[in-house]
């Protein structure tokens, strides 16, 4: 059964930094690109970025809004995708979710997600 | 990239059908048949309904279906029942290698 599990959120203040890690199991971690995605309160899905597998370079994309705040990594000896998180902003408080991205770069699998809270 | 335009919300009768609209551009639905459809309940994770426009995955009800014409993908629910009011995004591959996702619908069953 794949399962992912996000960690490392918490309440932060503005301009500081967080790591969020995604530990997944049941699959094969290192075939699969990962996704992080938020929801900010009472508001809708947002893509955060995404890392391709090794096979594809291990390459990262990110939406407009993060970019250069924000880096994703992974880790395929231990199954982790982490969530680098820079110069934290108020409008970045969100739960976040990291996904598994399959055919069609649709997410079948997601974790629980995390909670950011940004605030002084 | 701007996010993909779905109605806010819709609604329907236990038994009827609805559609949501999921209105992109010639940069992502229009271009990739990489349109997938989510189902979110209250303070749950998003479920996928739809993948690849017009796909189900396992254990998806065959009352869900998708469809695309030009830049507008649309999710259609036959048979509505109380357990499909929900929230429901889309979300497409875009020609910049990102994900955009729609406002998202809140589906009300009357």
């Known amino acids: 059964e794949v399962q992912l599990v996000e960690s490392g959120g918490g309440l932060v203040q503005p301009g500081r930094s967080l790591r969020l890690s995604c530990t997944a199991s049941?699959?094969?971690?290192?075939?699969?690109?990962m996704s992080w995605l938020r929801q900010a309160p009472g508001k809708g899905l947002e893509w955060v970025g995404f890392?391709?597998?090794?096979?594809?370079?291990?390459?990262?994309e990110y939406a407009a809004s993060v970019k250069g705040r924000f880096t994703i990594s992974r880790d395929d000896s231990k199954s982790i995708a982490y969530l680098q998180m820079n110069s934290l902003k108020t409008e970045d408080t969100a739960v976040y979710y990291c996904?598994?991205?399959?055919?069609?770069?649709?997410?079948?699998?997601w974790g629980q997600g995390t909670l950011v809270t940004v605030s002084s | 990239q701007s996010a993909l335009t779905q109605p806010a919300s819709v609604s329907g009768s236990p038994g009827q059908s609805i559609t949501i609209s999921c209105t992109g551009t010639?940069?992502?639905?229009?271009?990739?048949?990489?349109v997938s459809w989510y189902q979110q309940h209250p303070g749950k994770a998003p479920k996928l309904m739809i993948y690849?426009?017009?796909n189900r995955p396992s254990g998806v009800s065959n009352r869900f279906s998708g469809s695309k014409s030009g830049n507008t993908a649309s999710l259609t629910i036959s048979g509505l029942q109380a357990e499909d009011e929900a929230d429901y995004y889309c979300?497409?591959?875009?020609?910049?290698?990102?994900?955009?996702f729609g406002g998202g619908t809140k589906l009300t069953v009357l």
């Open positions: 010639s940069s992502d639905v229009g271009v990739y048949n990489y």
């Open positions: 690849e426009v017009s």
């Open positions: 890392i391709r597998s090794k096979a594809y370079g291990g390459t990262t």
């Open positions: 996904s598994r991205y399959s055919s069609g770069w649709s997410s079948p699998n």
């Open positions: 049941g699959f094969t971690f290192g075939d699969y690109a």
């Open positions: 979300s497409s591959y875009t020609s910049s290698s990102t994900l955009v």
